[in-house]
């Protein structure tokens, strides 16, 4: 059964860092491009950053470049989001996503496949 799980999420204080995790199970992550995209309370979903299948295509939303990076091990078959200098503004919840193609889209809808979802907030 193909499965995407996030992991890492938690309170952290304004300033602070917190790296996040997708791993993949029932299949392998190789040849897919994934998304991190987040969900803040009463907002439509955002999306924070993606890697291509090779990891040769990256992106980031304006309000996360220069704070986040995206990386994946594909020999562990997990995704990273690396998070620094957080903001409350981040808070929300994180979901990792899958597109069935190697390139990233900026489309929402493109991704077929999605996590559970981790919670992170951002509060002193």
């Known amino acids: 059964q193909l499965q995407l799980v996030e992991s890492g999420g938690g309170l952290v204080q304004p300033g602070g860092s917190l790296r996040l995790s997708c791993a993949a199970s029932?299949?392998?992550?190789?040849?897919?491009?994934i998304a991190w995209v987040r969900q803040a309370p009463g907002k439509e979903r955002e999306g924070v950053s993606c890697?291509?299948?090779?990891?040769?295509?990256?992106n980031y939303a304006d309000s996360v470049k220069g704070r986040f990076t995206i990386s994946r091990d594909n020999a562990k078959n997990t995704v990273y989001l690396q998070m620094s200098s957080l903001k409350p503004e981040d808070t929300a919840i994180y979901y990792c996503?899958?597109?069935?193609?190697?390139?990233?889209?900026?489309?929402?809808?493109?991704?077929?496949?999605w996590g559970q979802g981790t919670q992170v907030t951002v509060s002193s």
């Open positions: 890697i291509s299948s090779n990891g040769g295509s990256i």
């Open positions: 029932g299949f392998t992550l190789d040849y897919y491009a």
């Open positions: 996503a899958l597109k069935s193609k190697a390139m990233c889209s900026r489309a929402i809808r493109a991704y077929d496949y």
